[in-house]
């Protein structure tokens, strides 16, 4: 056979085969993603309005849709049943959901905040934890600020049987309070700060290390199936935790918007309340979460039965913000 001839089908046989690779990338890609947006995530609301998500899957052709989560509790449910493939939590109520079955992975730490105390008005006479007892207390159950509540009155020899709880979403508890429909409220920012602001309400117990991050979690059958789909999600996210550092107004603003609040309250929220800084989950964030675990393990949150250290292990998942860390 002639050399051109030999030339001309290697070169064609060269050209099929880079054709191959997108198809080929394209074939581990889900056809769609669907993650959540929260207004205790800021992160989200930030991609969410920049389209960096969208941006980062463009290539390999997968569809982008968003979900919003009123609390971890939604979010934990919506994870469960599939409906997102990526959800916001806080880092207790991801490992209460672990727990419980829940085949999630936490892989990014969105925010280290102080986003929950337990809030009443002024003219309840409520100053302590102590003065629960038998009131009415709005809470959203398997949240951060319902296992908050339970660490607080366990710590003051209480119990959730000492006091009556009525179990609303964020907002409506919120609102439930400055109505005066219950005497407290185991509150949640961004409505802790509107609240706050507006309607002068009181922050009574305060505890910032008995928060337990803002934790952002995958599927643990999606994560193995489309890990380069998650990575590029996460570098969507420290694309926007960089910005968001750089832009507190702007990032301000939108939270603002997507919320419906005053800026001022978004503010109060972001600048006292919210730490951008870190984005691995690692070892004193997983020391924190660990002792939160045994705290709700001993106030009966978690079953007596179930392993901590190792339910902590299965629940971390650090490979990606490790290749995030080697990239950059």
């Known amino acids: 056979m002639p050399d051109y001839l030999v030339n001309r089908r290697r070169a064609l046989a060269l050209g099929a085969a880079f054709c191959l690779v997108p198809t080929l990338a394209r074939a581990d890609a889900p056809s769609r993603l669907t993650l959540d947006y ?22 390999q052709g997968t569809d982008v849709r968003w979900v919003l989560s009123l609390g971890s509790n939604r979010a934990l ?12 939590t806080a880092g207790g109520a991801a490992l209460v959901g ?20 337990l809030v009443t008005r002024p003219d309840t006479g409520i100053a302590s934890v ?18 908050f509540l339970l660490q607080a009155l366990a710590a003051h020899g209480l119990s959730e049987r000492d006091v009556r709880t009525v179990l609303l979403q964020h ?22 700060a509107q609240h706050e602001l507006r309607d002068g309400v009181i922050l009574f117990h305060r505890a910032p290390e008995l928060n337990t991050y803002g934790v952002l979690n995958v599927r643990e059958a999606f994560a193995a199936r489309h890990p380069a789909t998650v990575r590029r999600v996460l570098e969507a996210y420290e694309r926007a935790r960089v910005h968001a550092r750089a832009n507190p107004d702007e ?14 309250v978004a ?39 179930v392993d901590v250290p190792a339910l902590l292990v299965g629940l971390v998942d650090t490979t990606f913000t490790d290749q995030l860390a080697t990239a950059g």
């Open 77 to 88: 449910e919506f994870l469960a049943g599939g409906s997102i493939d990526l959800g916001s």
């Open 38 to 59: 929260a207004y205790y995530n800021p992160l989200s609301l930030l991609l969410r309005e920049k389209g960096w998500v969208e941006e980062a899957l463009a290539e």
């Open 98 to 117: 672990r727990a419980n079955g829940n085949p999630i992975r936490s892989i990014y730490l969105y925010s280290r905040p102080e986003w929950t105390a």
């Open 171 to 192: 907002p409506d508890g919120g609102r439930a309070l400055v109505s005066r429909q219950v005497d407290a409220w185991a509150g949640l920012d961004p409505h802790m």
């Open 251 to 264: 990032l301000a603003d939108i939270l603002a918007r997507a919320a419906r609040l005053d800026p001022d």
């Open 267 to 305: 503010r109060l929220q972001l600048e006292a309340r919210t730490d951008l800084e870190v984005a691995a989950i690692d070892a004193p964030v997983q020391a924190t979460l660990l002792a939160a675990g045994q705290v709700l393990q001993e106030i009966g949150v978690i079953r007596p039965e």
């Open 130 to 147: 102590a003065d629960l007892k038998g009131k009415t207390i709005a809470v959203t159950r398997g949240t951060d600020p319902h296992l």
